[in-house]
């Protein structure tokens, strides 16, 4: 392990914004679970989660411009959070914090009804594995347990064309989800002012720099 990984190893345990839990399977329950407002951010305004938040650039980005929200960034990579950790540290930004965790704990963390939006940016595609896929059924029926009555919005954001695809053609269609957006350009002329390309995140940059393209599908679930 490389020295800076474990100088910010170190430096996150002093983060206040930084929840770390097991990645264990013995089951735990985060001591905020149905108290995030209250107890972590003071308030009672409405929580967004981003999965797989990386460096947290989308989380940052987003808290940035709607300090009325609060935010949350979970991911499993505690070098990668160290980066948003930091920045909102520096910045002094109540309505953000982070979870470090698997994706799939994620109902240990948040209790039903907790969270109203969550967005997915830049993903693991999964190709052989579509179930760890971070909209797969699976892990859409985890997040209509945290939102309120089962109702919330769903963001998606790649530049994999076949991820993109299969969560439009093979899961949000057939079940009968309402679709909000949905374009294989989000650049393009008629959709460069959606609020969805108001943030970019380092690999977004990336790939844009490189000519791929920026899907992005947002539906309610119902």
């Known amino acids: 392990m490389g020295k800076n990984k474990l100088a910010r190893f170190e430096e996150n345990l002093g983060f206040k914004n930084l929840f770390q839990f097991p990645a264990t399977i013995q089951p735990w329950e985060a001591p905020l679970r149905g108290q995030w407002k209250e ?32 935010f949350v960034g979970l991911d499993i990579k505690g070098a990668r959070l160290w980066r948003g950790c930091k920045t909102a540290s520096e910045e002094a930004m109540p309505n953000v914090a982070f979870v470090r965790t698997r994706a799939e704990f994620v109902e240990r963390v ?11 940016t830049f993903p693991d595609p999964q190709p052989s594995k579509p179930n760890k896929r971070l909209c797969s059924p699976m892990f859409l029926d985890r997040y ?4 309120p009555e089962g109702k919330g919005i769903v963001h998606l954001k790649t530049d994999d064309t076949d991820l993109y695809e299969y ?8 079940a009968g989800y309402e679709i909000l957006a949905s ?17 970019q995140t380092f690999y977004e940059k990336r790939w844009l720099a490189e000519g791929r393209k920026i899907k992005y599908l947002a539906f309610r679930l119902l």
Request: hydrophobic share 40%; glycine share 12%; with cysteine.
């Open 183 to 199: 374009t294989a350009d989000l650049y393009a002329m008629e959709t460069a002012q959606s609020e969805a390309a108001a943030v």
């Open 144 to 147: 209509r347990n945290l939102f």
């Open 39 to 70: 107890g972590y951010y003071g308030n009672g305004n409405p929580i967004v989660l981003e999965m797989g938040c990386g460096k947290g650039d989308y989380t940052i980005g987003l808290a940035r411009r709607y300090p009325y929200k609060n």
């Open 110 to 120: 948040f209790a039903p009804g907790e969270i109203s939006e969550i967005w997915i």
């Open 167 to 174: 969560c439009l053609h093979e899961v949000v269609e057939p």
